[in-house]
C-alpha cells in the first residue's frame, strides 16, 4: 500500500537565522484594499 | 547603452498609486454613461524602460462604483463608494500609461464591469434588494411615472431622461422599485412641455443643464411614489469627449465594456 509522508518538520537548526526585528518585505502586488472586496 | 531597468514597483508604493490616480481620473473623465468609480486596489504593475526618463506602465486596477453619477460635477474624493448592501458593481481596468520626466499620461484604457453575485449580496444580507435589469418592466414604467411626477410639479424646466443609471427591486415585506436616472433641462418650462405643439429639445452644450433623479415606487400594500429630482447647473463640457448627443434613453447596463 502507498501510504502519504507526512513532511518532516525542517529542523530547527535548519532555519536561516533571521535578524533581530526582522521585518519580511510586504509582498509587491496585490496592493492594499481600500474598501472591501467583491 | 540600454537604461538601467527601473526597480521593480510596488502595488502600495507612492508612485503605483499616483499612476493609479491619473489612470482613475482618466477613465471617468472619458467615460458617459453611469457612475464614476473610485480605486479599491492596484492588482499589479509592470514598468517597462523605454529609455531614461521614459517609461512605459502597465496597471490593473480593480474599482468600484460610487454614488455620483458620471455626469455629476461632484469631486470623486467626495463621492460615497456603493456599499456591498447597496449591490456593489466592480471594475476592472487594464490602463497603459507613459511617464515621460516625471508626468504620467494614459496611452490606453480598456474596463470591464460587473455587478456583485446576487449569491454574494443575499448571503450577507437576505432581505437587500438587487439590482434590476435596466429595461423591466416595473423599471421602466417607474421612471416614466417618476419623471411625469416631477415635470407636473415643477415650476422649472421641463426635464428629459436621458439614461437610467441603476434599479433595484425588492420583494419583501413590501414591494419596492428604486431607481436612479440623469435628466436633462430642456428650452421648455414644465406648462410649454403640456402644449404639445412645442417639441421640447435638449439645451445646446452652452448652456446645458444636466441632473440627477432618484425615486421609490411601492406597489404593494399600497401604492407610494417619492421622487427626488436635483439639477447640477451649467457645467462646461470636456471638449474631447462629446456629451450625450441626444435625449434619447440609454440603459447603462452593468457588466459593459469600455476602452
Do not use: M, W
Amino acid at each position: 500500500t502507498v501510504a502519504k509522508r507526512a513532511v518532516a518538520e525542517v529542523a530547527q537548526h535548519d532555519k536561516v537565522p533571521r535578524p533581530v526585528g526582522f521585518v519580511p518585505p510586504a509582498p509587491p502586488c496585490p496592493g492594499k484594499i481600500r474598501h472591501f472586496k467583491i | 547603452v540600454p537604461a538601467a531597468t527601473p526597480a521593480p514597483l510596488g502595488c502600495d508604493d507612492p508612485e503605483s498609486e499616483a499612476a493609479a490616480e491619473v489612470a482613475v481620473n482618466y477613465i471617468n473623465d472619458h467615460s458617459r454613461h453611469g457612475y464614476k468609480f473610485a480605486l479599491n486596489r492596484i492588482k499589479n504593475i509592470r514598468v517597462l524602460r523605454q529609455e531614461l526618463n521614459n517609461d512605459v506602465i502597465f496597471l490593473e486596477l480593480d474599482l468600484l462604483e460610487t454614488t455620483c453619477h458620471i455626469l455629476s460635477p461632484t469631486p470623486l474624493a467626495n463621492c460615497t463608494v456603493r456599499s456591498f448592501k447597496e449591490h456593489a458593481v466592480e471594475g476592472d481596468c487594464d490602463v497603459k500609461l507613459q511617464k515621460l520626466d516625471g508626468k504620467f499620461s494614459v496611452l490606453a484604457s480598456k474596463c470591464h464591469s460587473h455587478a456583485d453575485s446576487s449569491e454574494d449580496v443575499l448571503q450577507l444580507c437576505p432581505e437587500c434588494p438587487l439590482l434590476a435589469s435596466l429595461n423591466n418592466t416595473e423599471v421602466l414604467t417607474t421612471v416614466t411615472a417618476a419623471l411625469s411626477d416631477h415635470n407636473s410639479k415643477t415650476a422649472g424646466a421641463y426635464l428629459r431622461l436621458l439614461e437610467i443609471g441603476r434599479a433595484r427591486i425588492q420583494h419583501r415585506p413590501v414591494h419596492i422599485i428604486s431607481v436612479e436616472f440623469a435628466v436633462a433641462a430642456t428650452n421648455c418650462s414644465a406648462a410649454e412641455a403640456k402644449d404639445n405643439g412645442k417639441a421640447c429639445q435638449l439645451l445646446p452644450d452652452d448652456q446645458s443643464n444636466f441632473g440627477f433623479c432618484t425615486a421609490t415606487q411601492v406597489t404593494q400594500p399600497s401604492q407610494d411614489l417619492r421622487v427626488d429630482c436635483q439639477l447640477y447647473g451649467h457645467q462646461v463640457p470636456t471638449a474631447d469627449v462629446p456629451l450625450f448627443s441626444r435625449p434619447g434613453v440609454i440603459y447603462s447596463q452593468q457588466g459593459q465594456d469600455t476602452s
